[in-house]
């Protein structure tokens, strides 16, 4: 804990902690040294973990990043957290994210951008920035974060670390706060295969306050030992061909498919006639509920309330147009417009059934093949003075982690070597729902 203790000390002007709980931390890891003593330790004990500022741990203040929040303290645990210390995990800060997770490259959080600990000019990536950069950065073993649209996957890639987003409804969001709550996820950054496996069994799971979940429990998503089985893989013809992909992805991804089937693996182009479609259909859809979510900060229940409001009115008014920041602002409203009388079957319920047909698609290429393979992100991390004038361009960055969001797949962002960048690059591999088991094990491989 001390050593991590000092790493964050150390690289402060990477701004990934929004909060470090120092003094407990240390606390803790006295008292589960006596207990890995007396052999009557849990699975995590010595397990330093950072948490995304969006998840609820008990007496502690959860912002996820926003003004809205600054000061809100949880007054009760997360499920995860729940169980992570019951494995007696040690929880060591929160981490900055962009505000309420909107975002892939952490610029849009009230505390500021962070930096990416490979080049401090660029972007960590985001919403997970700050969580990833932490492991990156050798200031915790492990994060959690979540995963909408990609947070986890792409922070990941940006920082040469391993980000995996389980099935939808694998884990409880019980105690994390909603952005758009058919998508939203738990998911990992670590620097191993192993420890993604570990975090994620602990936390996964049946949990009566999420009603969305899966209710079987897996058992294990350990890594089969006889993981030489060949695989079938699936890369999008659509994905290779795209214009405006990053030459060094490219090569990357060309240099994967060579591996793999040097390997010994089939790996095969498919026609995914959709991909133009996944990022609109996603937008649509994540706004219209994240305004819905984003209703309940009104500046009467919690979080904050401007001084200068007179009437209920100017309160709701005041409070939200000052405490939230701009993106969210913007997908409030464009959420408000979608969901509206006259506008709803023109978006909302179009994209839904676009929902269906991606969602069919991709199974459809899952019945033949064991796993698709796609980049994680189309370029690698870009520079934080980079001017967004157009929010499009961020939103593109997602164009192939929303594929896996759209049709609750597990994925996972792994590190490749590549000749042509000195950045960080991913390459992502979705499976089945449900083969968490198949699709970790297959990554240890790859690696
Ligand atoms: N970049 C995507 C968005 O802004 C993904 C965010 C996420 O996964 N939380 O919606």
Do not use: W
């Given at each position: 804990v001390k050593d991590y203790l000092s790493q964050i000390a150390l690289n402060s002007?990477?701004?990934?902690?929004?909060?470090?709980f120092e003094k407990e931390a240390v606390e803790r890891a006295i008292v589960i040294g006596e207990k890995l003593k007396n052999n009557t330790?849990?699975?995590?004990?010595g397990m330093v973990i950072s948490i995304k500022d969006n998840i609820l741990y008990k007496g502690h203040k959860a912002s996820a990043s926003s003004k809205i929040l600054e000061n809100y303290k949880a007054i009760y645990s997360s499920t995860i957290v729940e169980r992570l210390l019951a494995e007696d995990a040690i929880i060591i800060g929160r981490c900055n994210c962009d505000e309420f997770a909107?975002?892939?490259?952490?610029?849009?959080?009230y505390y500021g951008a962070v930096k990416n600990?490979?080049?401090?000019?660029r972007v960590p990536g985001g919403s997970s920035g700050g969580s990833a950069v932490s492991v990156q950065a050798g200031m915790c073993h492990a994060a959690i974060g979540t995963d909408t649209g990609g947070s986890v996957r792409q922070p990941a890639s940006f920082c040469g670390i391993i980000g995996f987003k389980p099935t939808y409804?694998?884990?409880?969001?019980?105690g994390i706060i909603a952005y758009a709550s058919s998508f939203d996820q738990v998911g990992t950054l670590t620097r191993s295969v192993e420890d993604a496996v570990l975090l994620t069994e602990v936390m996964a799971g049946p949990d009566?306050?999420?009603?969305?979940?899966?209710?079987?429990?897996?058992d294990s998503y350990g890594i089969e030992t006889a993981g030489t089985a060949k695989k079938k893989i699936a890369y999008l013809k659509e994905a290779l061909e795209?214009?405006?992909?990053d030459e060094a992805v490219k090569t990357a991804l060309e240099d994967t498919i060579a591996n793999l089937k040097a390997q010994g693996h089939t790996v095969e182009p498919v026609s995914f006639e959709y991909l133009d479609y996944v990022v609109p259909t996603y937008y649509i859809l994540t706004m219209a509920e994240a305004s819905s979510n984003l209703?309940?900060?009104?500046?009467?229940?919690y979080g904050y309330r401007s001084?200068?409001?007179?009437d209920l009115t100017s309160t709701y008014k005041l409070s939200r147009s000052e405490g939230f920041g701009k993106e969210v602002k913007r997908r409030i409203m464009l959420g408000t417009f979608i969901l509206s009388a006259g506008y709803y079957d023109a978006y909302y319920t179009k994209a839904q059934k676009m929902r269906r047909l991606i969602r069919d698609k991709t199974f459809e290429i899952l019945k033949e093949y064991d796993l698709i393979l796609t980049p994680?992100?189309?370029?690698?991390a870009f520079r934080l003075?980079?001017?967004?004038?157009?929010?499009v361009v961020s939103y593109l960055s997602d164009i192939f982690t929303v594929q896996a969001s759209l049709a609750g797949l597990p994925a996972i962002s792994l590190p490749v070597k590549n000749k042509s960048s000195k950045l960080p690059l991913g390459m992502q591999l979705s499976a089945k729902p449900l083969a968490e088991r198949e699709l970790l094990s297959f990554s240890k491989i790859f690696l």
């Amino acid at each position: 804990v001390k050593d991590y203790l000092s790493q964050i000390a150390l690289n402060s002007h990477l701004n990934a902690f929004v909060e470090v709980f120092e003094k407990e931390a240390v606390e803790r890891a006295i008292v589960i040294g006596e207990k890995l003593k007396n052999n009557t330790a849990g699975r995590l004990a010595g397990m330093v973990i950072s948490i995304k500022d969006n998840i609820l741990y008990k007496g502690h203040k959860a912002s996820a990043s926003s003004k809205i929040l600054e000061n809100y303290k949880a007054i009760y645990s997360s499920t995860i957290v729940e169980r992570l210390l019951a494995e007696d995990a040690i929880i060591i800060g929160r981490c900055n994210c962009d505000e309420f997770a909107m975002g892939a490259s952490n610029q849009n959080s009230y505390y500021g951008a962070v930096k990416n600990f490979a080049d401090n000019a660029r972007v960590p990536g985001g919403s997970s920035g700050g969580s990833a950069v932490s492991v990156q950065a050798g200031m915790c073993h492990a994060a959690i974060g979540t995963d909408t649209g990609g947070s986890v996957r792409q922070p990941a890639s940006f920082c040469g670390i391993i980000g995996f987003k389980p099935t939808y409804g694998r884990i409880s969001r019980h105690g994390i706060i909603a952005y758009a709550s058919s998508f939203d996820q738990v998911g990992t950054l670590t620097r191993s295969v192993e420890d993604a496996v570990l975090l994620t069994e602990v936390m996964a799971g049946p949990d009566q306050y999420d009603s969305t979940l899966i209710q079987s429990k897996a058992d294990s998503y350990g890594i089969e030992t006889a993981g030489t089985a060949k695989k079938k893989i699936a890369y999008l013809k659509e994905a290779l061909e795209r214009p405006g992909l990053d030459e060094a992805v490219k090569t990357a991804l060309e240099d994967t498919i060579a591996n793999l089937k040097a390997q010994g693996h089939t790996v095969e182009p498919v026609s995914f006639e959709y991909l133009d479609y996944v990022v609109p259909t996603y937008y649509i859809l994540t706004m219209a509920e994240a305004s819905s979510n984003l209703a309940r900060y009104d500046g009467v229940h919690y979080g904050y309330r401007s001084p200068n409001a007179t009437d209920l009115t100017s309160t709701y008014k005041l409070s939200r147009s000052e405490g939230f920041g701009k993106e969210v602002k913007r997908r409030i409203m464009l959420g408000t417009f979608i969901l509206s009388a006259g506008y709803y079957d023109a978006y909302y319920t179009k994209a839904q059934k676009m929902r269906r047909l991606i969602r069919d698609k991709t199974f459809e290429i899952l019945k033949e093949y064991d796993l698709i393979l796609t980049p994680t992100a189309p370029e690698p991390a870009f520079r934080l003075d980079r001017e967004e004038k157009d929010p499009v361009v961020s939103y593109l960055s997602d164009i192939f982690t929303v594929q896996a969001s759209l049709a609750g797949l597990p994925a996972i962002s792994l590190p490749v070597k590549n000749k042509s960048s000195k950045l960080p690059l991913g390459m992502q591999l979705s499976a089945k729902p449900l083969a968490e088991r198949e699709l970790l094990s297959f990554s240890k491989i790859f690696l």
